[in-house]
């Protein structure tokens, strides 16, 4: 056999036995964006049920939904489907009128049913989960809720009440499930830590004996100025950022306007706080149907209503994403669905301000003087906290620091020989290391 074919990195529908999964706990899959998560959700788990119809698949978002009932083998969540379920003891009839498909629904409404009709749960085979680490996240949004909503109230009392939460019961239900339930509970995240951390059932984890395959990232490069960064932004080449609030987001809409932009902003169809416009509507159902950007648009801005569960394809220049979380650096580099050349991260801290320098070809391999020094540092634009240009002499050190050759000498005569000048070699590229 080919010893490529054993290394090459597979799918998880390729790499994954069905023998791994347990009940009695929660099965989890740590899987990089990009390895087919969705298929073998889909296509491969359903083996270890009796029927499509006894699965209910759980995400986050309610663009993770749509995206997911895109795909013919998902339903949503109807009223039909929970009849049949309401008050029944496992197994029961289905309705035969209707094709086998898995249900599809967000952690929210799982919730609420849990809370309303919790004997559906008797008629499920399987649940599968979705990025559950954003459960956490939801709880964290709840608590902080309750206690801004409810100051008054004992701490016993507001724990009652955020037990009953939506959010709240469907956790405490998928870990009944895996404790006391007979069906199997499967995780899928790429961000798998906090799900590790505070899940509060036996957790199994699935591992695969190969690579699996996942979208490369060539370049990571720092900032601390998203707005500054804007500037360097090209027409007719196309951009995706990611800024958690709505209100920076609208910030950084009216700066590309100014800049002569197109761009638009996506955030939740539910925030009450500033509804999403019908053009929004419209890009938003634009993406789902086509997974890429309007041609028109050079930069879309999202949050994290869209951090998971959200696919874009096509050609995209760099991705910019204005928060350190690594576990959101993850996940909304997987939005992209394909390798990206450029990934610019947030630095607060400032210490990886200038990040990475490319150097124009114009000023490459040929005698830099005083003046074409100042006019590199002018085309380069790098700023500083104070928001002013980052002169030669920081730039010849960070150039330095990052591989390229700088020679310096002197030309002339006579009272000209202390003319300096600097030749700038780019560094070279070792193919292999590229490769890796």
């Given at each position: 056999?080919?010893?490529?074919?054993?290394?090459?990195?597979?799918?998880?529908?390729?790499?994954?036995?069905?023998d791994q999964f347990q009940k009695g706990c929660i099965n989890l899959v740590d899987t990089p964006c990009g390895s087919g998560k969705t298929v073998f959700a889909l296509t491969k788990l359903?083996?270890?049920?009796?029927?499509?119809?006894?699965?209910?698949?759980?995400?986050?978002?309610?663009?993770?939904?749509?995206?997911?009932?895109?795909?013919?083998?998902?339903?949503?969540?109807?009223?039909?489907?929970?009849?049949?379920?309401?008050?029944?003891?496992?197994?029961?009839?289905?309705?035969?009128?209707?094709?086998?498909?898995?249900?599809?629904?967000?952690?929210?409404?799982?919730?609420?049913?849990?809370n309303k009709h919790p004997k559906f749960l008797n008629s499920i085979e399987m649940i599968v989960c979705d990025e559950p680490h954003k459960i956490y996240m939801f709880v964290g949004i709840e608590k902080g809720e309750v206690n801004q909503n409810n100051p008054a109230l004992s701490d016993g009392d507001k724990a009652k009440l955020l037990s009953s939460s939506p959010i709240c019961a469907g956790l405490s239900a998928l870990e009944n499930q895996c404790c006391y339930g007979d069906c199997y509970v499967i995780a899928m995240t790429a961000t798998p830590r906090l799900v590790r951390e505070r899940f509060g059932a036996?957790?199994?984890?699935?591992?695969?004996?190969?690579?699996?395959?996942?979208?490369?990232?060539?370049?990571?490069?720092?900032?601390?100025d998203l707005g500054l960064?804007?500037?360097?932004?090209?027409?007719?080449?196309?951009?995706?950022?990611?800024?958690?609030?709505?209100?920076?987001?609208?910030?950084?809409?009216?700066?590309?306007?100014?800049?002569?932009?197109?761009?638009?902003?996506?955030?939740s169809?539910?925030?009450?706080g500033c509804p999403m416009s019908r053009e929004q509507f419209d890009?938003?159902?634009?993406?789902?149907?086509?997974?890429?950007?309007?041609?028109?648009?050079?930069?879309?801005?999202?949050n994290r209503a869209y951090?998971?569960?959200?696919?874009?394809?096509?050609?995209?220049?760099?991705?910019?994403?204005?928060?350190?979380?690594?576990?959101?650096?993850?996940?909304?580099?997987?939005?992209?669905?394909?390798?990206?050349?450029?990934?610019?991260?947030?630095?607060?801290?400032?210490?990886?301000?200038?990040?990475?320098?490319?150097?124009?070809?114009?000023?490459?391999?040929?005698?830099?003087?005083?003046?074409?020094?100042?006019?590199?540092?002018?085309?380069?634009?790098?700023?500083?906290?104070?928001?002013r240009q980052i002169g030669w002499t920081t730039i010849h050190n960070s150039l330095k620091e990052q591989g390229y050759h700088i020679e310096k000498g002197r030309e002339g005569a006579g009272s000209n020989i202390n003319r300096h000048y600097y030749y700038i070699h780019a560094p070279t590229t070792n193919e292999n290391e590229m490769d890796e």
């Amino acid at each position: 056999m080919d010893e490529n074919l054993l290394t090459k990195p597979r799918y998880l529908s390729e790499a994954i036995s069905l023998d791994q999964f347990q009940k009695g706990c929660i099965n989890l899959v740590d899987t990089p964006c990009g390895s087919g998560k969705t298929v073998f959700a889909l296509t491969k788990l359903p083996a270890l049920a009796t029927s499509k119809d006894h699965i209910l698949y759980l995400l986050d978002t309610t663009i993770g939904v749509e995206t997911l009932l895109k795909n013919e083998e998902t339903k949503p969540l109807n009223n039909i489907w929970l009849e049949e379920r309401k008050g029944t003891v496992y197994p029961f009839q289905d309705n035969v009128n209707e094709k086998d498909k898995i249900t599809v629904t967000t952690y929210q409404k799982f919730g609420v049913l849990v809370n309303k009709h919790p004997k559906f749960l008797n008629s499920i085979e399987m649940i599968v989960c979705d990025e559950p680490h954003k459960i956490y996240m939801f709880v964290g949004i709840e608590k902080g809720e309750v206690n801004q909503n409810n100051p008054a109230l004992s701490d016993g009392d507001k724990a009652k009440l955020l037990s009953s939460s939506p959010i709240c019961a469907g956790l405490s239900a998928l870990e009944n499930q895996c404790c006391y339930g007979d069906c199997y509970v499967i995780a899928m995240t790429a961000t798998p830590r906090l799900v590790r951390e505070r899940f509060g059932a036996e957790i199994n984890n699935i591992v695969s004996e190969y690579e699996l395959v996942s979208y490369k990232t060539h370049n990571r490069h720092f900032y601390t100025d998203l707005g500054l960064e804007m500037r360097r932004f090209q027409k007719g080449k196309q951009y995706i950022a990611y800024v958690e609030q709505v209100k920076e987001i609208q910030k950084y809409l009216s700066i590309a306007e100014k800049l002569g932009l197109k761009a638009v902003g996506l955030w939740s169809p539910d925030y009450i706080g500033c509804p999403m416009s019908r053009e929004q509507f419209d890009v938003r159902q634009f993406i789902i149907d086509e997974e890429r950007l309007p041609d028109d648009i050079d930069v879309l801005f999202i949050n994290r209503a869209y951090d998971t569960s959200f696919n874009i394809r096509g050609d995209i220049e760099a991705m910019y994403i204005h928060y350190n979380s690594e576990d959101t650096i993850i996940q909304v580099r997987g939005r992209y669905r394909n390798d990206l050349n450029h990934l610019y991260v947030y630095d607060k801290t400032g210490k990886k301000e200038i990040g990475e320098i490319v150097v124009p070809i114009a000023f490459l391999e040929r005698k830099l003087f005083k003046e074409d020094t100042t006019e590199l540092a002018g085309a380069l634009d790098l700023r500083n906290k104070g928001n002013r240009q980052i002169g030669w002499t920081t730039i010849h050190n960070s150039l330095k620091e990052q591989g390229y050759h700088i020679e310096k000498g002197r030309e002339g005569a006579g009272s000209n020989i202390n003319r300096h000048y600097y030749y700038i070699h780019a560094p070279t590229t070792n193919e292999n290391e590229m490769d890796e």
